[in-house]
């Protein structure tokens, strides 16, 4: 099992920046990859980013060039530095660990943190 416990939502207004952080606990070390997800009302969850344990990383084309993903492997924590925030980002984040096993995977998620872009 693992816990994930996330922080640094909040309200800002447009242009400004917010950092979320995704603190890990239990099995922390069969983490394959670790993710930012996102929701908004009325839409699916999205894919912002993910980092694998090898360091390779994806971002959704809506966040590139302003949103950045790192973790620190000694704090077993991720984070997502936001800038150049924009009404539309507006959603509950979600942190995300996948395991991966030879034929299955197991995803485990935070409760998610609020984040409201102001126009």
């Known amino acids: 099992q693992v816990q994930l416990v996330e922080s640094g939502g909040g309200l800002v207004q447009a242009g400004g920046s917010l950092r979320l952080s995704c603190s890990a606990s239990?099995?922390?070390?069969?983490?394959?990859?670790s993710g930012w997800y996102r929701q908004a009302p009325g839409k699916q969850r999205e894919l912002v980013a993910d980092i694998s344990r090898g360091g390779s990383i994806n971002y959704a084309d809506s966040v590139k060039g302003r949103f950045t993903i790192s973790r620190d492997n000694t704090k077993n924590t991720v984070y997502l530095q936001m800038n150049s925030l924009k009404p539309e980002d507006t959603a509950v984040y979600y942190c995300n660990a996948r395991i991966l096993f030879s034929r299955d995977r197991s995803d485990y998620w935070g409760q998610g943190t609020q984040v409201t872009v102001s126009s």
């Open positions: 239990g099995i922390t070390l069969r983490i394959n990859t």
